[in-house]
């Protein structure tokens, strides 16, 4: 994620300052999003090659209710757009969302287990 921070501001300030066109601008906005797909492959690569049934069972079902998350508010968020109720955000965001939704399902999955004295 280092590198997504730095390629977004380099790429940020590289466009400010030089404001390129063409193949140049649209490599710049892509730069950004290389590292977050690496991160998507690596989690991946994490499920699959998980050794443990029961540990990339509960990665899979984490991200599956990032996935419900983040689907579910998108889609209430575009149809608020629509209706101009609320502003545009950009779709970006979409990936930051995920990974809270992330979060959030892997701290209720853990809460779920400890209720149910699992570990």
């Not at 990032?66 to 950009?90: I, Q």
């Amino acid at each position: 994620m280092t590198c997504y921070a730095v390629f977004l501001l380099g790429s940020n300030m590289v466009e400010s300052a030089y404001a390129p066109t063409g193949a140049a601008l649209i490599a710049l906005a892509i730069l950004p999003a290389l590292p977050i797909i690496a991160v998507i492959w690596a989690m991946g690569m994490a499920i699959v090659e998980q050794p443990d049934e029961y540990v990339r069972a509960k990665l899979i079902h984490a991200m599956l209710i990032a996935t419900a998350m983040m689907l579910s508010v998108m889609t209430v968020w575009s149809f608020l757009e629509d209706t101009g109720a609320v502003p545009h955000k950009p779709v970006h965001l979409a990936f930051p969302l995920w990974c809270a939704g992330l979060l959030i399902g892997q701290a209720w999955l853990w809460l779920r287990d400890r209720i149910a004295g699992r570990s």
